[in-house]
């Protein structure tokens, strides 16, 4: 399975569109070295990865993003 860098976290952490058009978080060990957003990943070198399983609680948690501001209590 191919997937789509979306967000490059650190060289072993990536978040991804897979083909399926699921957002996930991989992890691999060197997984993100020298990639970039839009390039493609193969899965062997995945060991573990995460996805919300719900659609409507994805969609939620979209709806909750902050655009990039940090607000104080």
């Not at 490059?8 to 957002?23: G, M």
């Not at 969609?59 to 607000?71: N, P, T």
Request: charged share 25%.
């Amino acid at each position: 399975m191919n997937m789509q860098i979306t967000k490059i976290l650190n060289n072993n952490v990536v978040v991804v569109i897979d083909d399926q058009q699921r957002e996930k978080v991989v992890m691999g060990r060197g997984i993100g070295f020298q990639k970039r957003a839009g390039e493609r990943i193969n899965s062997s070198g995945i060991e573990k990865e995460y996805a919300l399983s719900s659609h409507e609680l994805n969609g939620r948690l979209r709806k909750v993003r902050i655009s990039g501001e940090i607000l104080l209590g």
